[in-house]
């Protein structure tokens, strides 16, 4: 199973609401991440979870805060968000972090429109 | 710093023709280097992979070669298809949990 799964799909939300996007994988992968796509772009890194701890975040506003529960799973809990935060939000995890560049393995996103 | 430089698109074929999708990149020591496609509406999946010089990545006819003496990753394909019409994103890890992505370049393959 090379599988990540991301949750919602698409997630429609105005600017005074709370969600939340969901990431799992269970291939046994210790590092997560957080990307945001715009149209046209190439992902930006937003946050990384390594052992199930917040090693990098990418100066990102605190209306995004991450989670990590246990090491299958990572959230992205969303609030006051703004029309420019309407983006491809993507999972991405790998075998480990360290010294070692192992390849990302990518969810199929979550489309954020933010009315 | 690091970067990857892609040549720009769209890359427009007819079905069975040649592809190259060139790469250069920027680093200090020895990053690894990776082909990533992204399909419409689709995230991103790994292509090929090469982890030190001359390598060779290979995955579903695509190829490509690192090379350290042109610092260059080129993606080729011998006989190109419809379904193969995605964004291709060139990238390097040379610092742990950091990929470097290119701008991306899409292609697109006509019957």
């Known amino acids: 199973d090379t599988e990540v799964t991301q949750t919602p799909k698409h997630l429609v939300m105005g600017m005074t609401n709370k969600k939340s996007l969901k990431c799992e994988q269970h291939m046994g992968h210790r590092a997560m991440y957080w990307y945001k796509q715009k149209a046209k772009k190439p992902p930006e890194l937003m946050f990384v979870y390594s052992y199930e701890k917040l090693s990098i975040n990418e100066s990102v506003p605190s209306r995004f805060s991450p989670e990590c529960p246990n090491s299958s799973l990572l959230n992205l809990h969303l609030h006051a968000l703004q029309p420019e935060d309407s983006a491809l939000y993507l999972c991405?995890?790998?075998?480990?972090?360290?010294?070692?560049?192992?390849?990302?393995?990518f969810g199929p996103g979550t489309r954020l429109t933010v009315t | 710093g690091n970067s990857v430089t892609q040549m720009e698109g769209p890359v427009t074929l007819s079905e069975e023709a040649f592809l190259t999708i060139n790469c250069t990149y920027t680093a200090t020591g020895y990053p690894s280097l990776f082909w990533y496609v992204q399909y419409p509406g689709e995230g991103l999946q790994l292509l090929l992979k090469?982890?030190?010089?001359?390598d060779k990545g290979s995955n579903k006819g695509f190829e490509a070669t690192y090379r350290k003496e042109t610092t260059s990753f080129h993606l080729e394909k011998g006989s190109v298809q419809v379904s193969d019409s995605a964004v291709y994103f060139c990238?390097?890890?040379?610092?742990?949990?950091?990929?470097?992505f290119g701008t991306g370049t899409r292609l697109q393959v006509f019957p």
């Open positions: 090469a982890t030190k010089a001359d």
């Open positions: 990238a390097l890890s040379a610092v742990a949990d950091k990929l470097i």
């Open positions: 991405a995890s790998s075998v480990r972090t360290g010294t070692d560049p192992y390849e990302q393995y």
